[in-house]
């Protein structure tokens, strides 16, 4: 495959076959399947250039299986239907890792670890769950034990203090932080970098479960919530302080937010059997999220202020 230059940008020979060849249907069979594409008379031959690796790919396979017969142009619609909403999945999803590839590994990461929260409710726990949680849990004739918080630290082991972030309980736990740090989280990372998004996921996630545990004791909490509030009160502060690059959060989103924390400290979420709400860990998200908005924001002005 060579290179050649279209919209302003380098673009791929995915397929090169004689000029005697109609290509308009397998044209109009790409472009109905949303893959952008040229044809072009070069010598002889004539060529269908894309812009990626994969979409070169996806062109010879389907040139291919027109050639032998297995895709026939004339019933384009079911076909489009199929591989053109693939490709266009696809294309979507690889573009979206290219923007924010730190807000995608956050919910990633949740759901690979998914499965080893669902044993809770029949207190069956893995040992990737116990290695996972705040502190070392056993549980032993019916009674759970917690190790302490100081043997966390003795023991060295120090992800505990942020791996819980990573574990859920139920699908509607999962879908419900993950939609939001996709809302929130991408924002952050587009206007400060993937770097300063995973700190900030660190740091909230640290704030949210230490203050659980001294505000509610030992016991087995998890999810990217407190994380989630961690980006908002991150949001809320340097939009504030850094109007002109402002993370554009509707202001309705906060407000539903900070609603929905003082609800859950009066317990009423908690009636409706959705389970019970680490609403330590939401609040000392949000507190962390304040601070290190605080001062990223103070850090961004400061250089604004004094340039290199």
Not at 229 to 247: D, E, M, N, T
């Amino acid at each position: 495959m060579f290179a050649h230059l279209f919209w302003g940008c380098s673009l791929i020979n995915a397929l090169e076959i004689p000029s005697d060849i109609n290509l308009a249907a397998f044209s109009q069979f790409l472009s109905r399947g949303g893959l952008k594409h040229r044809i072009t008379e070069e010598g002889l031959n004539q060529v269908v250039w894309v812009a990626t690796d994969m979409e070169a790919s996806f062109v010879q396979s389907a040139f291919a299986q027109v050639q032998s017969g297995e895709l026939t142009l004339g019933s384009v619609d079911s076909a489009v239907d199929s591989t053109g909403m693939q490709l266009q999945l696809a294309s979507r999803f690889l573009s979206a890792l290219r923007q924010y590839p730190a807000t995608l590994a956050l919910i990633l990461i949740s759901l690979v670890f998914f499965p080893i929260g669902m044993g809770v409710d029949n207190d069956t726990f893995s040992f990737l769950f116990r290695q996972m949680m705040f502190l070392a849990t056993e549980k032993i004739a019916g009674q759970y034990y917690f190790a302490s918080l100081a043997y966390t630290f003795e023991s060295g082991q120090w992800w505990r203090l942020l791996t819980p972030m990573f574990v859920h309980f139920s699908v509607l736990h999962l879908v419900f932080n993950s939609l939001w740090v996709w809302e929130i989280g991408r924002r952050i990372e587009f206007e400060n970098g993937a770097a300063s998004l995973m700190i900030v996921a660190m740091v909230t996630s640290l704030a949210s479960n230490l203050t659980q545990f001294f505000m509610a004791g030992p016991g087995l909490f998890g999810g990217l919530s407190g994380v989630v509030f961690g980006f908002l009160g991150y949001s809320l502060i340097w939009s504030r302080l850094v109007p002109a690059r402002s993370l554009r959060v509707p202001p309705g989103i906060y407000i539903f937010m900070l609603v929905y924390l003082a609800i859950g400290f009066t317990g009423a979420i908690d009636l409706l059997g959705m389970g019970s709400l680490a609403n330590g860990a939401h609040l000392g998200g949000l507190i962390g999220g304040l601070v290190t908005g605080g001062l990223a924001a103070l850090l961004a002005r400061a250089q604004r202020n004094h340039p290199a």
